[in-house]
Each structure stands twice: as structure tokens, then as C-alpha cells.
């Protein structure tokens, strides 16, 4: 681990959430990451949740337990007692992997010009916390969002940006407004992505980061309210960039004519969006690199 690593300001919202939060907070604080700011935002549980989170407060930089205007304004009630140069959050029914505070602590010290981190590689985890496998994404690039490829019904849906596995800068979160969009119900971290989007690049890293648990209280119609809020979003900033998809591309997404082989490497070089990505080679050492995709 580099010497001097950057302060991490983490934030867990929560409510009523006792049967998952101990496995979240244990995901986080077992890494004994050295300057880690952790803060929980407790919503006001009567299920034990504030118990267990009292159990813990000695290793957090601030809780609350108390009536709030949703996670939203939960988070920004969080980031606002942080100080910390790297910033994300973890749902309380969401696990981060032993490496994972650590491996982006040494990303955004080694790489200053990297201003947001996202993993391609995402895990999912049951109700009871069995991990039942891992999704990859293609990358990430401004383009592509813009091109709603990260939503479904688009011509190559590469995979949501996965909240629980992106961090980014302080200077980034205050040029983007310094705060999430508390009239969202549930696409606060899409519209967040759309405002890092205008000042810089996503770079992703295939290294895991984090991980998604399903489970019963996430509902069809909620994943429905999301996409509503997610489009709706994404058709302003479509419209005030007059941004439309490159045809050709859309064409050799939608026909999957870069799954031949003889044609991958051209299609991918002359019309792949254009991403960055931060990976080892064999000796451990990370480097920054342009990547192609499609």
C-alpha cells in the first residue's frame, strides 16, 4: 500500500435493514483500511438496526438514527460530515470484497488524472449472502451513456455503472453540484453519473470491487420507477447536447457482426467507443491505458 494513502469517505444509508447491515459494515471494516472515514445514515429503524450500528461506532467517523427526507438526503446528510479526497457509497445490503479499499486507494494515488473508478466486474449475492456470480462490462465511456447503452432496451446494454463499485474525487463531486438529487425517488446515482459525465471520463478497472444483494423487498415495479427516472434524465442530457447515436455503430451493435472474428478487431478499432482502463501487468504495477469497446 502506498505510504500515504488518501482519506476514503464512505457512507452506508440505511433503514430498517438489520438482517443485512452487520454483513455490509463487517465487508468494510474488516479491511482495516488506515484512513478511512466511514459514515452511517440511519433513517430512523425500529428493527435493531441502530444496535448494531452502536456496536460499531468506535471504528465510524459519524452516525444518526433519525427521520429523513429519503436515502438521498440521507447521503448528502453523510458526505457533508466527510472530508475525505476519495468518495462512494455502500447500501446496507451490499458487500464490499477484502481488496477493495485498499486497491482504490492505490489507483486514485497513482493515477491524479483519474477523477472517477468503476469496476467491470460485478458481483451478486442471495438474501443469505451466497455469492452466485459474477457480471463483466464491456467499459465505460461518455459516449456510450450517452447513447443510453447503460439502460436497457439499447442496441448493446453493457451493464448498469455499478453504484456500489464506483468512487470518485471530492473536486469532481463539487464541480457536479456537491450533492444528490433529493426530488429522485431512485435514480439519484444515474443523474449523479450524468453530471460527473460532463466534466470527465469514467475509467474502469476489471479487478471486483463490490457486490449486489438481491432479495425479496426489491420489487419489478421499483426497478420500473427507475428506469422511468433513468430515461427521463438521460433525454435531457441527450437533447442539450444534441447528441444521436453514430448510425454504422448502432447497426454493427445491433447485427453483433463484431462477434465474428474476422471482423471484431476492425469494427472494434474504427467504431468501439473510446474508455479508459487501469489494470496490473505481471508484476503487480498498475498502468493507465485507452480502451476500445463494442
Partial sequence: MNANP?????VTPSYNQASFLAETLQSVLAQNYPRLEYVVVDG????????????????LA?????????????????????????????????????????????????FPDVQWLASQTVGAWTAAGDCTGMTTIGGFSREAFLDGSYLPGAARQY??????????RRSLWEK??????????????????A???????????PTPLAGFRTH?????????????EARHILGVVQKRHHHRPRRIRQWLLRTHIAAFPGLRNIAVHRFGYMGHIVRTDDAGAWHLHDHRFL
Fill in 6 to 10: 488518501p482519506v476514503i469517505a464512505l
Fill in 44 to 59: 430512523g429503524s425500529t428493527d435493531g438496526s441502530v444496535d448494531l450500528i452502536r456496536s460499531q461506532s468506535g471504528r
Fill in 62 to 110: 459519524w452516525w444518526c438514527s433519525e427521520p429523513d427526507g429519503g436515502m438521498y438526503d440521507g447521503l448528502n446528510k453523510g458526505f457533508a460530515h466527510t472530508t475525505g479526497e476519495i468518495m462512494g457509497w455502500l447500501n446496507s445490503d451490499d458487500l464490499h470484497f477484502p481488496w477493495t479499499l485498499r486497491t482504490v486507494g492505490e489507483i486514485f494515488a497513482r
Fill in 159 to 168: 451493464g448498469w455503472i455499478p453504484q456500489e463499485a464506483t468512487f470518485w
Fill in 176 to 193: 457536479a453540484g456537491g450533492r444528490l438529487d433529493t426530488t429522485l425517488r431512485l435514480a439519484g446515482d444515474f443523474d449523479l453519473w
Fill in 195 to 205: 453530471r460527473f459525465y460532463e466534466h470527465a471520463e469514467l475509467v474502469a478497472m
Fill in 216 to 228: 425479496a423487498r426489491q420489487l419489478s415495479r421499483a426497478m420500473d420507477s427507475y428506469l422511468e
